[in-house]
């Protein structure tokens, strides 16, 4: 009866160990297939009403707070509706403001459920913002668009005011995107790449050349096209991988530090208006809030 007991307890410690081995053989197989398989890139469909269909790689190991930031709108839908409200040939078509013109970020709503009404901003992915991203902005190219605060930085009492707000500026990327349609070395490093065109060029080139309001520079309706191409929807295909959501910090308001800052200024020497320039780069809607406007620059 002993031996039996033993030759039990043998078979019983050979089973447990075949299980083992093959549970780890399991494991270390899935492990291997899923560091092996090749996984695509995002892939994001831009419909645009009357024009077609634009197709862009997202690159997430260069800007991956960028690409989570963009799957989680495009896919819940945020982009749907909204227009091109700004067309420059030789340089880039932007798209995806809130309010149509330039003006308004997401919400926390847009990007999650129950996220609430606060609008939110982003880390600005690049170079300038000690953000490794080897992205340049050529013909092509799809970048965050944000605020610029140079004009603004320019009036800091110190090196530290001035970093400070340009890095507002940096993270003040929301929803705006642009896409590159000519080459333009000058502004790479300054504004996150985060993907490319693999379809629909053509597209691009057509949205670009739409007739506009007026070329001429800094006056009213610049680039602004007479019928702003809609984008019917943004969709991101992400084979099966979560990107999961950016970092997001609340929007730097601007307006509201000059006030604080040189209010009493202005409200005591009436000509401190012409002096200190309150929009500068930043740009200014009719309704006096900060649009996201990207400087013209000679395109190589």
Do not use: C
């Not at 291997?32 to 419909?47: C, D, F, M, Q, S």
């Not at 005011?161 to 790479?188: C, H, K, P, V, W």
Request: overall charge negative; glycine content about 10%.
């Amino acid at each position: 009866m002993k031996r039996g007991n033993e030759v039990l307890k043998t078979i019983i410690l050979v089973l447990i160990a075949i299980l083992t081995i093959g549970a780890i053989a399991y494991v270390g197989y899935g492990v291997y297939e899923k560091l092996t398989r090749n996984i695509p890139n995002p892939l994001a469909t831009i419909e645009v009403a009357n024009f077609g269909t634009i197709k862009v790689e997202l690159y997430p190991e260069e800007a991956p707070d960028t690409v989570a930031n963009f799957i989680r709108l495009a896919n819940r839908g945020y982009y749907n509706g909204k227009t091109f409200h700004r067309t420059v040939p030789d340089f880039m078509i932007q798209g995806g403001s809130k309010n149509g013109d330039g003006t308004g970020n997401a919400t926390l709503d847009d990007l999650r459920d129950g996220g609430g009404t606060d609008e939110y901003t982003i880390k600005g992915e690049f170079i300038a913002n000690d953000v490794e991203n080897g992205i340049n902005l050529r013909k092509g190219v799809i970048a965050m668009a944000r605020q610029n605060f140079s004009d603004t930085a320019s009036m800091a009492e110190d090196y530290n005011e001035y970093l400070t707000i340009m890095r507002n500026g940096y993270n003040s990327g929301s929803a705006q995107f642009f896409i590159m349609n000519a080459d333009n070395t000058d502004i790479s490093g300054l504004y996150a790449g985060f993907g490319k065109v693999v379809e629909g060029l053509d597209i691009v080139d057509k949205i670009a050349n739409v007739e506009v309001v007026t070329r001429e520079e800094n006056a009213e309706g610049a680039d602004k096209p007479v019928d702003p191409p809609v984008i019917t929807s943004i969709s991101v295909e992400t084979y099966g991988i979560d990107y999961g959501e950016p970092e997001t910090f609340t929007p730097f308001d601007i307006n509201a530090w000059i006030n604080e800052k040189y209010g009493a200024l202005l409200q005591n020497n009436q000509s401190a208006s012409s002096s200190i320039d309150l929009s500068g780069s930043e740009g200014t809607s009719e309704e006096g809030t900060t649009t996201e406007q990207i400087p013209i620059t000679s395109a190589e």
